[in-house]
């Protein structure tokens, strides 16, 4: 656990900068092993959330801290990857959106502003997935336990399996790291294990609910030259079609890739392509194979 020490490291301030650097990687390559321990629950996470969003839910992050700002980098990232739009998954931060960059004392603590954001927020088709790496954080706590009497699905992470946010989760989710190469710093193991859940079940969710095609990103706004390139080369892919083709295709669809590999590979007008992927959930493997 995060507030024990570990033995590996105890006179790593007497080490040179190669050892210390061996040290804290050896401790990096146990995370991965931990968190494929969790597989069979993030799974479980992952398709519950996804029915949730493909009903009409939202996916909330809850953290404090560390686990909070790591939360945030993950939502932060889908909406220009997948074409979701931004608030379709947020994050509740203790301390609101200052804490983000600075420490805000005793916000972690604050129960009430934690249940007054669930209260504001969730609704009981939605999604909460609690994060904090001890597992006791009063903020996580009890915004997971507000979102339970909502009717919200909640999920919790933590490196405890025992911990009162493991406790009161629909799904724990609890990759056991062991203490931290500096004791209490929980940006390094458990952050690292929060990360890679976080990746997992949010790329996952994603998947479930047709934003990928085989491992393309279908739905991924081109908003720069470079992102533009990559479109043409997924539409090229998806449609297996000849880049001429697909230029057409992708002006004809304005940028969009979803839409310009269903014209480009189905051979169809815009309205069309649009009737066909809706017909169809907007699910491409579903057009294409049709």
């Known amino acids: 656990m995060s507030q024990e020490r570990l033995e590996a490291s105890l006179d790593i301030d007497r080490r040179s900068a190669r050892e210390i650097v061996q040290i804290i990687q050896e401790q990096d390559a146990l995370v991965a092993a931990a968190v494929a321990a969790?597989?069979?629950?993030?799974?479980?996470?992952?398709?519950?959330?996804?029915?949730?969003?493909?009903?009409?839910?939202?996916?909330?992050?809850?953290?404090?801290?560390?686990?909070?700002?790591?939360?945030?980098?993950?939502?932060?990232?889908?909406p220009p990857t997948y074409g979701i739009d931004a608030s379709l998954v947020t994050v509740i931060m203790a301390g609101g959106e200052r804490a983000f960059?600075?420490?805000?004392?005793?916000?972690?603590?604050?129960?009430?502003a934690a249940i007054e954001a669930v209260n504001a927020a969730v609704k009981a088709e939605d999604a909460v997935v609690g994060i904090a790496a001890s597992g006791t954080t009063p903020y996580t706590v009890?915004?997971?336990?507000?979102?339970?009497?909502?009717?919200?699905?909640t999920v919790g992470i933590a490196s405890n399996p025992s911990s009162p946010l493991a406790s009161e989760a629909d799904i724990a989710i609890a990759p056991q790291t062991?203490?931290?190469?500096?004791?209490?710093?929980?940006r390094m193991k458990s952050g690292t294990a929060q990360k890679l859940v976080l990746n997992t079940l949010?790329?996952?969710?994603?998947i479930l609910l047709g934003r990928v095609h085989s491992n393309l990103m279908i739905d991924m706004p081109a908003t720069n030259e470079k992102l533009r390139s990559r479109a043409v080369r997924m539409v090229e892919?998806?449609?297996?079609?000849?880049?001429?083709a697909v230029v057409q295709a992708m002006r004809d669809a304005g940028g969009n890739v979803k839409l310009a590999s269903v014209m480009a590979g189905k051979r169809l007008s815009l309205e069309e392509a649009k009737a066909l992927l809706a017909a169809h959930g907007g699910n491409l493997r579903k057009v294409l194979e049709s």
């Open 38 to 78: 969790e597989g069979d629950r993030i799974a479980h996470a992952v398709d519950q959330i996804a029915d949730r969003l493909s009903h009409g839910g939202r996916l909330f992050y809850v953290g404090a801290g560390t686990s909070g700002r790591i939360a945030m980098l993950d939502a932060s990232e889908l």
């Open 101 to 112: 960059l600075h420490a805000v004392e005793g916000a972690e603590d604050d129960e009430n």
């Open 142 to 153: 009890a915004a997971i336990r507000r979102a339970n009497m909502l009717g919200a699905l």
């Open 178 to 186: 062991g203490p931290e190469v500096i004791m209490g710093s929980t």
């Open 202 to 206: 949010s790329t996952g969710v994603m």
């Open 237 to 244: 892919l998806a449609a297996g079609v000849s880049r001429p």
